[in-house]
Every structure is written in structure tokens, then in C-alpha cells.
């Protein structure tokens, strides 16, 4: 497992044993949850959006360049597509290493680098019944 984009609930636990290795001596996740405000509003659920063909691979790219930067044995990151609710996964990102700071290096870049470049698009659905995009300029008309 590397990066994949799913519709169905991201299992933690599977990621996780992706990444086990007994030459391991680090591990690091990240889990984003979607939250239930957005700059003073409140928030009902999140709707991502991703063509996943697209998406996969540079998010394979990016796993790629974490394995080079950073002294790690395995990562591997799962994002959540469709309508997700308050509370729910909406990215998982797992790293083993040998020790925990290349763990925890590759874990941030990797976090960081997937919602800046993989094409992921978010929606916010507030409690007013409005919705609308975020950093989404091809969706701006909508």
C-alpha cells in the first residue's frame, strides 16, 4: 500500500500494519478529522472531491520523495473522497523508520506536501444550509 484515494471509511489500524517492519524503530501518523467549524462557522460535514487517477499518483510521487528526503522504511497514505461528518477520517498518513525523527519528518512532509499538491478538492457544508469550496479556483462559480 502506498496512496490511495477511497469513498468508504479509512481504517487506521490497516495502515498501520501496512507500515510495520520489525527493523522499525519509529512510527508516526497523522489523522485529519473533519471538524465541526471553519472561521467563526459552523461546519455540518465536508465533501471531497479527487480525480483519483491524477490524485494516486502524485500521491505516490510524493511518498517517493518522502523515502528519498528522509531515512524511512515505509510510508503509506489513505484520503477520503465523498461526504464525510463531523468526527470522521478524512486523511491518514503512516510512516515506520528506524528511529523516530526521520518518522516524524516524513510524516509532516508527506501530510503537507498531499494538500498542497494532489488534486483534492473540499467543500464545506455549514449548519445555514450554504455551502461552498475551499481553495478550489476552478470551482469558484459554483
Not at 22 to 35: H, K, Y
Not at 43 to 52: D, F, G, I, N, T
Not at 70 to 89: E, K, M, N, S, T
Not at 110 to 138: A, L, M, N, Q, Y
Amino acid at each position: 500500500m502506498s496512496f490511495a484515494i477511497h469513498s468508504t471509511a479509512i481504517e487506521p489500524a490497516a495502515l498501520r500494519a501496512a507500515v510495520l517492519d520489525p527493523a522499525a524503530g519509529g512510527f508516526c501518523s497523522f489523522e485529519g478529522w473533519v471538524r465541526n467549524h471553519h472561521k467563526g462557522r459552523a461546519v455540518e460535514r465536508l465533501e471531497y472531491e479527487a480525480y483519483a487517477p491524477l490524485a494516486e499518483k502524485e500521491g505516490r510521487r510524493i511518498l517517493d520523495e518522502a523515502r528519498e528526503r528522509f531515512d524511512i522504511l515505509h510510508a503509506a497514505c489513505i484520503h477520503r473522497v465523498g461526504p464525510i461528518q463531523i468526527g470522521g477520517l478524512a486523511v491518514v498518513v503512516a510512516v515506520s523508520a528506524v528511529h523516530r525523527d526521520p518518522a516524524f519528518g516524513a510524516c509532516r512532509y508527506i501530510i503537507d506536501e498531499v494538500k498542497s499538491r494532489v488534486p483534492i478538492w473540499k467543500k464545506e457544508h455549514f449548519t445555514d444550509g450554504t455551502s461552498g469550496w475551499v481553495r478550489c479556483d476552478h470551482c469558484a462559480g459554483e
